[in-house]
C-alpha cells in the first residue's frame, strides 16, 4: 500500500474512478448528472496534475484503487472573512471492489497530514444530499457541517 502524488501515467485508472463517482451522483441525482460520463477530460487532468495548488493523490496497491482530488483554497484581505487557508477535497473515490478495506481513510488521513504541512486551518468539501456512505464516513473522520445549501425544484 502507498499514497502518492498522482502522475500522468495514472490518467486512464483516474477516468475509471471518476466514472464510479459519476454513476453514484447519476444514480443519486439523475436530474443534475448525466450517466457514463466524467467530471474531467484526460486533457483536464493534466492539467491539474501540472498544478501547484490542486495536488491529486492516489491509493496504490497493485493498481491504483482510489484518489483524493484536492484544491488549496486561501481568502486574504477580504471585507468580510478573516485570512483563512483551506484544503477543499473536490473528490474522494474508492474503488467499488475495496470498499470497505480502510482505503479512504487511508487517502483522507494522508489529506489531513498534508493539509496541516501546508498550513491549512480546514479541510472542506461538498457532499450531496442523499449520499448517506459518504457523509456517516465524513462524519466518521470528524467533519460536521459547515453550511448548507437549499434548493427548491421547480
Not at 14 to 34: A, G, S, T
Not at 42 to 53: F, P
Request: aromatic share 8%; glycine share 4%.
Amino acid at each position: 500500500m502507498k499514497i502518492r502524488k498522482a502522475t500522468i501515467s495514472d490518467v486512464p485508472r483516474l477516468i475509471d474512478l471518476l466514472h464510479q463517482v459519476n454513476m453514484v451522483h447519476h444514480r443519486l441525482r439523475p436530474d443534475l448528472f448525466k450517466p457514463n460520463t466524467t467530471k474531467y477530460s484526460e486533457t483536464d487532468l493534466c492539467d491539474l496534475l501540472m498544478s501547484d495548488t490542486s495536488p491529486i493523490f492516489v491509493y496504490e496497491d497493485v493498481r491504483v484503487v482510489g484518489y483524493a482530488f484536492c484544491s488549496l483554497r486561501e481568502v486574504s484581505n477580504d471585507m468580510l472573512l478573516n485570512d483563512n487557508k483551506t484544503l477543499y477535497v473536490d473528490d474522494l473515490c474508492v474503488d467499488e471492489s475495496v470498499r470497505g478495506a480502510h482505503v479512504g481513510k487511508a487517502l483522507f488521513d494522508h489529506v489531513r497530514q498534508y493539509a496541516h504541512a501546508v498550513g491549512c486551518s480546514s479541510i472542506t468539501l461538498n457532499v450531496w444530499a442523499g449520499n448517506e456512505a459518504a457523509i456517516a464516513f465524513y462524519e466518521k473522520m470528524g467533519m460536521h457541517v459547515k453550511k448548507t445549501e437549499m434548493e427548491y425544484l421547480l
